[in-house]
């Protein structure tokens, strides 16, 4: 149904195998190991899966504010499907975060910002990052991953509720 | 200064002395590197730059503001928020010209230069805040805006205030393809 498995008790799991190298099926198995909590999820995408998903949809954003029949569009903001919701935030200085969620999620809007709050602290604080390269700082990839957890947590009403 | 989500808002200043300090060694040290005046000017003028292209996303994320439309909204919003947000003073703004692409921005009060009377007699021409004009120049081009960014009056050297001058190069064109 589209679904894999995400994380087991906790552990992230990468296909068939765990972060330590342990065989997810045969964990699963062997009831010694029950109670196990699991959590399920779509199939995250890989960085290869990224780059085109970006680029495709870098042009398309660009089409679409030319399209526009408004005067002056912001360009695409949301893209919604039957499976999810594509939600892209362009700052003033042109970048753009894009978040694929639920259809369901709610505080998406929030969450952007507070992306964007994150990048300009923990990537372009850091003398090390050049920009227009990919991120790979720790302190964003901490900070990033809670605030996606506070805002899966939040669930469909949005955080507060 | 960023605050990390989920911890309680700790007192993130830091002291202005140990800024200020900062950023007259930094001056300093350009000093001895370079024997011109305009190689020192020309470095900070740089370094200014790396900083204002970093710095405009986080004065965009922090302050919320929205697009400008037009170059006399642009000045008056680095003058009145983005100054105030990051060195705590507030430059009166004037435009000077008539074709509305040129704006000075007076500094009544320059945190940089707490602690300077004025300039060495071998360093006449430095401009010590040529920094400021970097950050400037490299913000406003981030948003797409060429800009020129100079002292046009520097109290260091004499004048009766500090003056920076900025003259916006081109007209805003159509946005036809977003980064």
């Known amino acids: 149904v589209g679904h894999a498995v995400l994380a087991i008790n906790g552990a992230e799991v990468n296909g068939r195998f765990t972060a330590d190298g342990k065989d997810v099926l045969e964990f699963l198995g062997n009831p010694a190991n029950y109670p196990v909590s699991i959590r399920f999820g779509r199939h995250r995408l890989s960085s290869n899966e990224k780059l085109m998903l970006a680029s495709m949809f870098h042009s398309l954003f660009a089409i679409g504010s030319q399209l526009s029949p408004e005067v002056g569009s912001s360009g695409i903001e949301m893209l919604e ?70 805002a899966e947590k939040a669930g469909p009403f949005g955080p507060g509720s | 200064m960023s605050r990390p989500p989920g911890r309680k808002q700790e007192n993130n200043k830091i002291s202005r002395e140990l800024f200020v300090l900062t950023y007259g060694a930094l001056v300093a040290q350009l000093c001895k590197d370079y024997e011109k005046d305009e190689d020192v000017n020309t470095c900070l003028e740089r370094m200014g730059y790396g900083i204002g292209v970093r710095l405009i996303d986080d004065f965009l994320a922090r302050s919320a503001v929205k697009k400008c439309h037009s170059y006399s909204q642009t000045a008056d919003m680095i003058a009145q928020v983005a100054f105030k947000m990051y060195l705590g003073v507030t430059p009166s703004v004037s435009c000077s010209s008539a074709a509305g692409n040129e704006f000075s921005l007076i500094l009544d009060k320059n945190p940089l230069v707490d602690f300077v009377e004025e300039l060495p007699a071998e360093r006449a021409s430095l401009c010590y805040c040529n920094l400021l004009c970097g950050v400037i120049r490299g913000a406003l081009e981030m948003v797409h805006l060429a800009a020129e960014v100079t002292f046009l009056q520097d109290r260091l050297k004499g004048d009766a205030v500090t003056e920076i001058g900025i003259t916006f190069l081109r007209k805003p064109e159509e946005r036809k393809h977003k980064r």
């Open chain 1, 81 to 150: 499907t039957d499976t999810f919701k594509l939600h892209c935030f362009q700052t003033l200085t042109g970048i753009k975060f894009m978040v694929l969620a639920d259809p369901r999620q709610a505080g998406i809007d929030a969450l952007l910002r507070k992306i964007y709050e994150i990048y300009s602290d923990f990537a372009l604080k850091n003398p090390f990052y050049s920009l227009e390269m990919p991120i790979r700082c720790e302190l964003f990839d901490q900070n990033l991953k809670l605030a996606l957890e506070v």
